[in-house]
């Protein structure tokens, strides 16, 4: 049985770009866009669940599906961005006139909030120190081999997997879809802690649980809080790309340091996530020397 609920929107209000931030790209086995709705399947206290989010005019319905229906429902407005508090952030974005620039430029822009640690954790324990694409190949691999297909309607899509079950996995197996044992065992100890990082109260809970287990530091706690908690301050310290991109964009610097990352965007402290956001959004990206970090595998080694 479907679950439904209507939710009013914002002026301005930037759906794909808020939501799609759930998302890995648009293949994502576990959520995607389909004739304007967005679909989201994930691991819920309750069950597994689907959520359908889809724009009428100046409402958005929301529709679960599954035994977590209920839960992902009442979280919608959560992962639809429209908890987040933007309050304060024109006011901080004056201090630089391109952070005025992209606030302004994407000022319906929300940073969602899934309230489901574990799935997103999967997602950015894979993406850890390798290319794009070899994180999304492992993912896809790991949600197609171990989720299920997600409840609703629509097909090919994917439940991730139960934390329990990837715990009990032995690392090897995780070894032809290009993880290396490193990450499969990093990934098999989060998995063990699923229950407890779930039950954390808020994003500085959770982000002291995360860097608490070998394997997980402050790139991967950032990516996770700012998605599953919604937080605005959360800076992906460790990240090839976002301190070139920060110093790029804030101060006509060509390579930045996390050092220097932090010190540009200190005067938005607070919604220093939110302006790394905006700022990958708008575009922006320090020019690009040399080579390309070249795609490796494991799968036949």
């Not at 679950?3 to 576990?30: I, K, N, W």
């Not at 409402?59 to 919608?76: I, K």
């Not at 954790?121 to 993912?139: D, F, P, S």
């Not at 938005?268 to 700022?279: E, I, K, S, T």
Request: glycine share 10%.
């Amino acid at each position: 049985m479907a679950v439904d609920r209507t939710l009013s929107l914002p002026e301005g209000y930037r759906f794909a770009d808020t939501v799609g931030q759930v998302a890995m790209g648009r293949h994502d086995p576990c959520a995607r866009f389909v004739e304007g709705a967005f679909w989201w399947a994930t691991r819920t206290p309750d069950g597994p669940a689907t959520l359908r989010l889809v724009r009428e005019g100046g409402t958005l319905r929301a529709t679960g599906y599954g035994p977590g229906a209920q839960w992902v429902v009442e979280q919608a407005d959560a992962v639809a961005g429209l908890r987040d508090d933007v309050s304060g952030f024109a006011a901080a974005a004056a201090r630089h006139p391109v952070v005025a620039r992209v606030a302004h430029t994407h000022r319906g822009v929300r940073l969602p909030a899934t309230g489901c640690v574990f799935p997103r954790l999967l997602r950015n324990i894979l993406e850890q120190k390798v290319t794009g694409k070899e994180a999304y190949r492992a993912y896809a691999a790991t949600v197609r081999r171990f989720g299920e297909p997600a409840p609703g309607p629509l097909a090919r899509l994917w439940t991730p997997p139960d934390p329990a079950v990837l715990a009990a996995v032995p690392y090897w197996v995780f070894h032809p879809f290009g993880v290396e044992q490193r990450r499969a065992e990093t990934l098999r100890r989060a998995a063990a802690e699923a229950g407890r990082l779930q039950r954390c109260a808020d994003a500085a809970e959770a982000t002291r649980r995360l860097t608490a287990i070998p394997g997980i530091g402050p790139w991967t706690a950032a990516e996770v809080v700012r998605v599953v908690y919604g937080d605005p301050d959360a800076v992906s310290v460790g990240d090839y790309h976002i301190p070139n991109m920060v110093a790029w964009a804030l101060a006509g610097e060509v390579r930045g340091t996390d050092e220097r990352m932090l010190e540009l965007l200190e005067p938005f402290r607070g919604h220093r996530g939110r302006v790394c956001v905006l700022l990958e959004m708008a575009g922006f990206a320090a020019p690009r020397f040399g080579p390309r970090m070249p795609l490796r595998s494991f799968a036949r080694f």
